[in-house]
């Protein structure tokens, strides 16, 4: 009569996905989105602007380089890597 409590629904974990392509030497970091999508931190030298630590999601396109501290810029690029629903785009 209660043999519906008993049963389950069996759960599976998903397979992680595979990064949109390979890091390069210049990715310090990247952040997965909720989508799957990568957020890539990078470190680039700029004449006049000196270091900076930009980052791109590569599932919405998104990206900001005004960071001169690598700890602001890695904050905001998980940020935006929890909140990004985008799935990654096809190369």
Request: proline share 8%; glycine share 6%.
């Amino acid at each position: 009569m209660l043999a519906f409590l008993s049963r389950r629904k069996e759960t599976t974990v998903p397979d992680p996905i595979a990064p949109q392509k390979p890091a390069t030497p210049e990715v310090l970091m990247r952040f997965l989105t909720q989508g799957g999508a990568t957020v890539e931190l990078t470190k680039a030298v700029r004449a006049g602007r000196g270091t900076t630590y930009p980052f791109e999601c590569l599932g919405c396109g998104y990206d900001f380089d005004n960071y001169s501290s690598i700890v602001d810029a890695r904050e905001f690029a998980n940020e935006h890597a929890e909140k990004c629903r985008a799935m990654p785009r096809h190369a």
